[in-house]
């Protein structure tokens, strides 16, 4: 019998809202949108907590320029506080060293860090995802069943073929899509909304292509002063009024 | 100690198997603490002492049973099967720390001893676990 079971919801009992940032391809940015989401709630005041569940592939501590080291322990571990953001990773205990994890491994994983973290009083948990319907995915949502979506796209038709599975398979775990936002946008197009339409989910706006935001990673002043993290600003007003 | 964090979760998944198997009284829980992630017997002793419920009736007479269970790993690429000792161990604290905090950061910290790769399978020994309950 696997006790870690029986404590995960216990453990996130605290957290008021848990938001899932998901979309079906890698390298559209989901992890700076999960990360200047969560720095836009700690701006606002809101008590925010970021966990980096793409296990084989965390680059949210890079984002943020989280510092290194094991987090403190006191029964159980406490997410570090970086930037006004509670935050857990893989790379907190892994550090550099790359973690080659296959199925049943990622679960593992996922379930002893839920199990052991205790983040106290939230108002909002943003998990980062890896892309795609794998592992972490479903046990998000096998795991967290009070889990709300945020799916992450652009007008690619490339990414588009992706998320339309994501939100399908989404839907029909009847897992909350609290809507669609479009990323790395250049010019006014309608396919993300089209999108989001077709599977009757909210269209909640366009993230610029933001050329200052690569030199801004790792720096959560920076960050904060890029036209990128503006918008994700106003996206967080919309999902968290 | 995040051994507390794990205690917790024993007692928790005790009190709920208890409650779904209409146990009123458990008299006897194994624990399994697998070899991997290496918690202290007497820290996990103490924090299952001091995480039960004082005026838990279903746990008032429990008689807690720790077993360690030696972790088996098998090399994916040459079938090797393998144990912690023979894969050499952890080489720095720090690598014997993140396993003890997530076990599957073997796959970053060992390797085969045959092969050197770190694409094996856990068989055993992996982390804490309920191997039984009696109750009436």
């Known amino acids: 019998m696997d006790p870690r079971l029986s404590v995960v919801g216990a453990r996130l009992a605290g957290a008021a ?5 998901t979309g079906g391809k890698g390298g559209i940015g989901k992890s700076c949108v999960a990360s200047a989401l969560a720095l836009a709630l700690a701006r606002a005041g809101r008590r925010c907590g970021l966990l980096d569940l793409d296990l084989t592939g965390p680059t949210d501590h890079v984002i943020l320029g989280a510092p290194a080291g094991f987090p403190e322990e006191a029964h159980g571990v406490e997410p570090p506080l970086c930037s006004g953001v509670r935050f857990m990773s893989l790379t907190c205990f892994a550090g550099e060293r790359p973690a080659p994890l296959r199925g049943a491994d990622v679960t593992n994983a996922l379930l002893e860090i839920l199990a052991i973290t205790r983040w106290g009083e939230l108002d909002a948990l943003i998990i980062d995802l890896p892309p795609g319907l794998g592992d972490a995915a479903m046990d998000c949502v096998r795991l967290i069943p009070r889990a709300e979506y945020l799916v992450v796209a652009n007008a690619s038709r490339v990414v588009q073929e992706t998320v339309r599975r994501n939100l399908r398979l989404l839907t029909e775990m009847k897992a909350p899509v609290r809507g669609v936002v479009e990323n790395m946008a250049r010019s006014g197009s309608d396919e993300v909304r089209r999108l989001a339409a077709e599977h009757g989910a909210p269209f909640l706006g366009s993230l610029p292509f933001d050329e200052t935001l690569e ?27 | 100690m995040h051994e507390f964090a794990l205690a917790d979760a024993v007692i928790r998944s005790a009190l709920e198997f208890a409650e779904q198997g209409g146990i009123a009284r458990i008299t ?20 299952l002492k001091e995480i039960m ?29 393998f144990t912690l000792a023979e894969s050499g161990g952890p080489k720095e604290a720090e690598d014997a720390e993140a396993m003890h905090f997530i076990p599957e950061l073997a796959h ?21 676990s309920i191997a039984s309950i009696e109750g009436e």
């Not at chain 2, 006897?28 to 924090?47: N, P």
């Not at chain 2, 004082?54 to 994916?76: H, M, N, Q």
């Not at chain 2, 970053?108 to 804490?128: H, I, K, N, T």
């Open chain 2, 28 to 47: 006897k829980l194994v624990v399994r603490i697998g070899e991997l992630q290496t918690i202290a017997r007497e820290v996990f002793d103490y924090a």
């Open chain 1, 215 to 241: 030199p801004a990673i790792g720096s959560a002043e920076r960050l904060a002063r890029t036209p990128f993290f503006a918008a994700v600003s106003a996206l967080r007003k919309t999902l968290f009024p």
């Open chain 2, 108 to 128: 970053a910290c060992l390797r085969c001893p045959r092969c050197q790769s770190p694409d094996f399978e856990l068989l055993e020994g992996r982390g804490v």
């Open chain 1, 17 to 21: 809202r848990i938001l899932g940032v």
């Open chain 2, 53 to 81: 419920p004082a005026a838990e009736p279903r746990l008032a007479e429990a008689v807690i049973v720790l077993e360690t269970e030696p972790a088996r790993f098998r090399c994916r690429p040459c079938a090797h099967e």
